[in-house]
């Protein structure tokens, strides 16, 4: 099983990626499964612990990390306003894990280009 958070290449400039695991309960996972959507997610450092804040989850779930991995993703974050965004939710055998990177949220006026260059290319396909 895959989920993946389309949005997030379109409103944010990716950069680093890392995988972490998630702390989630049976009716969690079968939320997961039905809803199938990560869009307006992003992650937290909250004393000490990152958290996974969704729409579609009532409470935070915990990520896990090393506690250097947390320290490294804290000290980026604020020395470069960056935000913890959630690109994937995926299975390696039975162990769920989250696929994140730092993003940088674009502007309007940069998603508008995206969108012409992403119609261009198209065009040019098609001829």
Known sequence: ????????????????????GI??????????K???NLSGSHAKILSGEVFLISP????????L????EIVSVA?????KGLTLVPLSVYTKGRIFKVGLAFGK????????EAIKKRDLEKETRLR
Do not use: P
């Open 75 to 79: 000290t980026k974050m604020k020395q």
């Open 34 to 36: 039905a809803l199938r």
């Open 65 to 68: 990390l090393h506690k250097s």
């Open 105 to 112: 949220a674009k502007r309007k006026f940069e998603k508008r």
């Open 23 to 32: 702390v989630l309960v049976g009716e969690d996972v079968k939320v997961l």
């Open 1 to 20: 099983m895959r989920i993946i958070n389309k949005k997030a290449r379109f409103d944010y400039k990716l950069f680093d990626r890392f995988e972490a």
């Open 56 to 63: 579609m989850f009532t409470k935070a779930k915990k990520l």
